[in-house]
């Protein structure tokens, strides 16, 4: 009986508002680690995680039992709450 295989890569990208020059290289690649296990955290496998000062992208494979829009929520959620426990400056607000 033949099989079924699904594979779901989306490329994400999170902007700083304004495209501000707000994600100092200081905590930058920590930053992207911190998304990385995120990630993993949420079930999904990271493929690549990289960005620069006012942007971020993500390369994350998921499963078709995913929900997309509660993935990103949640890794968006998780990534600010980060950035404000680390840095200690205000956490990144997004746009629901």
């Not at 989306?10 to 995120?38: K, Q």
């Not at 949420?42 to 971020?56: E, M, T």
């Amino acid at each position: 009986m033949p099989s079924t295989y699904t594979s779901l890569l989306y490329h994400l990208v999170f902007a700083t508002r304004n495209r501000e020059p707000l994600i100092p290289s200081a905590w930058r690649a920590r930053w992207h680690d911190y998304l990385g296990g995120t990630v993993r955290g949420l079930g999904a496998l990271p493929q690549g995680v990289g960005g620069v000062a006012d942007h971020v992208h993500l390369l994350v494979a998921l499963k078709p039992t995913h929900c997309l829009s509660d993935f990103v929520r949640e890794l968006k959620k998780a990534s600010s709450l980060w950035v404000a426990d680390t840095t200690g400056g205000p956490a990144f607000r997004y746009l629901d």
